[in-house]
């Protein structure tokens, strides 16, 4: 697709001959990566099991990236899938974001914050 912009790679940091991984240009967190399917779906469900493995692979290998350029203390690793869960790019990509002690006051329930009351449990 055309105007979709995940399907025009640009500055990758890593791929496979599946995906590719690149950095948020809207970062929540120093080192925050996506990582994308190279073949235009919308869904994680659309994912044939080569390509969730090849995603998946990036994924570890973003990981052991950040471990040594970023040394983050924690991770969250997530999936918007629809506009009710906030999905804004209609091309899967998965969000690997890299979490520092003291960058939340309470960090408890990470992304079960993504629902207004709900992280805190």
């Given at each position: ?7 025009r ?5 890593f791929?496979n ?7 948020d ?8 990566i ?5 073949r ?9 099991d ?36 906030g ?21 408890k ?9 709900k992280?805190?449990?």
């Amino acid at each position: 697709m055309k105007e979709c912009i995940f399907c025009r790679q640009q500055e990758v940091l890593f791929e496979n001959a599946l995906a590719y991984a690149i950095f948020d240009k809207y970062p929540v967190a120093s080192g925050h990566i996506l990582v994308i399917p190279k073949r235009h779906q919308e869904t994680i469900f659309e994912s044939t099991d080569e390509e969730i493995a090849a995603i998946f692979s990036l994924v570890r290998k973003v990981k052991d990236f950040l471990v040594s350029e970023y040394n983050p203390d924690g991770y969250n690793i997530g999936i918007n899938t629809g506009r009710a869960a906030g999905q804004s790019i209609k091309h899967l990509h998965i969000h690997i974001i890299p979490r520092y002690s003291g960058d939340h006051k309470m960090p408890k329930g990470g992304v079960r914050g993504v629902i207004p009351g709900k992280q805190s449990y």
